[in-house]
């Protein structure tokens, strides 16, 4: 096939779904340096154009085999999306750098001997940038109505996506957001927090407690800065016994501040990333009663905003 009869919008792969009508089609999205990252469109029944949510979860890296995993394993969410009319991509994206958000600023690119230069690389949550803007052009997608919806370190990605690139989403759901870089807290002197080589080690990292994670912020203004930027409704979630949680109602709180429609929800639960039930080969979810009432809320949030 020659350059000029490629298609970017071609699958490189369609997997069926066992008893469902709607296969993936895994995609790739041109990265802002001009790599690719794959993601995994379902689309509803019906012509379009289909509101679009973005899926993702935790750290970067893993590439297809991480990706196909969660299609496959993870496809409630894109299930009950698909039910409530929403098109809907797990999404796969770099791995995270270590303070890369804090250190390296907002992204900026220029044109040198007719190329282009940028003045750092791009960061994980750059990549849902590509994708969003990839997915827009798509025939069956609504460009004017894009959504994210991110668990853990991609709830924290959502709001860096927001502080730098805003303009592309028409509303969000952060899901036990791992703010802790976005909101600069200081975590040198938490106990378990542990640093080899420059990286740190936050996997015990433990603050419940809402004023103890406030007290930790280390540049109020630039937070504040950050969350000026936020240009849309966020749903934020949390979960009651999470180490973290005193981190997730503080994003929650400082949003609140800025924006009156930031809304909060929490439920006791014993597994991190709860809205996400996993499925068996067959198809067949383990749902209990507090990840339905979640995932109502959660697509109640889009439906209120999708309008």
Not at 108 to 135: C, F, K, W
């Amino acid at each position: 096939m020659s350059a000029a009869s490629w298609d970017p919008l071609a699958p490189v792969l369609v997997e069926p779904l066992a008893g469902s009508d709607s296969p993936a089609h895994y995609l790739l999205a041109e990265t802002l340096d001009g790599l690719y990252t794959p993601y995994a469109l379902r689309l509803p029944d019906g012509p379009g154009p289909h509101p679009f949510v973005l899926v993702a979860y935790g750290n970067g890296g893993g590439g297809m085999g991480w990706l196909r995993d969660r299609v496959h394993r993870f496809r409630h969410v894109t299930d009950v999306l698909l039910e409530a009319g929403y098109a809907c991509a797990w999404v796969r994206y770099r791995t995270e750098v270590e303070l890369g958000y804090q250190t390296g600023g907002p992204l900026r690119s220029t044109v040198r001997q007719g190329m282009g230069l940028l003045n750092r690389a791009p960061l994980e949550y750059e990549d849902e940038v590509a994708i969003l803007r990839h997915v827009a052009i798509h025939p069956a997608i609504d460009a004017d109505r894009l959504f994210h919806l991110g668990v853990s370190h991609a709830g924290e990605m959502l709001l860096k996506l927001l502080s730098q690139h805003p303009g592309l989403l028409r509303a969000g759901v952060a899901a036990e957001p791992a703010s802790h870089e976005l909101l600069t807290l200081r975590l040198d002197d938490v106990p378990t927090v542990t640093s080899e080589g420059g990286l740190r080690d936050i996997e015990s990292m433990e603050i419940r407690s809402t004023d103890r994670a406030r007290d930790r912020i280390a540049d109020p203004d630039e937070v504040s800065a950050r969350l000026d930027a936020v240009d849309i409704p966020v749903l934020v979630l949390g979960r009651d016994e999470d180490e973290l949680q005193g981190v997730f109602r503080l994003t929650y709180e400082l949003l609140a501040e800025k924006r009156d429609d930031v809304e909060w929800r929490s439920w006791s639960h014993d597994v991190h990333g709860y809205i996400y039930p996993e499925s068996d080969a067959d198809g067949v979810a383990r749902v209990d009663d507090v990840q339905r009432e979640a995932l109502a809320v959660v697509v109640d949030f889009l439906d209120r905003h999708s309008r």
